[in-house]
């Protein structure tokens, strides 16, 4: 049985899903966008700090010298696009997309009280790994819910590239399942398939590989049947 360790370099793409406010995949015209236009995302776990338990005796002592556990909230996820989807935009922050007189989407508006949620998957290159025409290792990340997301920090209108940045975070209880996708292949007869393991209560994160190429990039929304 062998492991496979991740040397994880660069960002081939990435998926975003849209979901309900329960945390359901929509199925539909404009449920999925897949993207590369992108310079990164970074994740970042947020704790709970633990409870330290400390009591000391009459003689200034400690009697009791212990600490809780660290209790994982959420993930954080940011990220950093250069090449802004008005779909992205729809789907993660919920806002109106614009439309010309022939329905093609032309951008977006910020509106107040609308939110939005949706999964976040990436897929990354492996250094160092052995590679044969159809056995290539990729490296799949997923955040199955995120939700409350907004605009992070300022969006820049300058002499120079204007960069667009969305943060939200995870959210646990996420029915996902195996999820709507084919995101790897069966190591022993090839077959394209889901997850091999439904998404459990307690996940935000999973950080796997995979020999299945991702997804084509695109601009614009993809039908999720």
């Given at each position: 049985m062998a492991t496979f360790c991740q040397k994880s370099f660069k960002l081939k793409a990435i998926r975003g899903t849209l979901l309900?406010?329960?945390g359901?995949?929509?199925?539909?015209?404009?449920?999925?966008?897949?993207s590369k236009g992108l310079t990164k995302v970074t994740l970042t776990p947020v704790y709970e700090s633990p409870t330290d338990y400390l009591v000391r005796n009459g003689n200034d002592e400690l009697e009791v010298n212990e600490q809780g556990t660290p209790l994982l909230r959420w993930w954080q996820a940011v990220v950093d696009f250069v090449n802004v989807d008005p779909y992205w935009v729809n789907m993660a922050l919920g806002w109106p997309l614009l439309t010309d007189e022939s329905g093609n989407v032309t951008g977006w508006v910020s509106d107040e009280g609308v939110t939005s949620c949706f999964a976040l998957e990436g897929w990354q290159d492996l250094a160092s790994q052995a590679c044969s025409v159809g056995s290539?290792?990729?490296?799949y990340r997923l955040m199955p819910w995120l939700l409350n997301a907004q605009i992070n920090g300022d969006v820049v209108?300058?002499?120079?590239?204007?960069?667009?940045?969305?943060q939200a975070h995870t959210h646990n209880a996420?029915?996902?399942g195996v999820g709507p996708y084919n995101v790897r292949l069966n190591s022993i007869n090839s077959t394209p398939g889901p997850l091999k393991t439904a998404i459990s209560a307690v996940r935000h994160f999973v950080f796997d590989t995979t020999t299945l190429a991702p997804p084509t990039a695109q601009c614009g929304a993809i039908n999720l049947p």
């Open positions: 309900d406010t329960c359901g995949v929509v199925h539909g015209a404009s449920s999925t966008v897949v290539k290792l990729y490296g209108m300058e002499n120079g590239v204007t960069s667009f940045s969305i996420s029915p996902w």
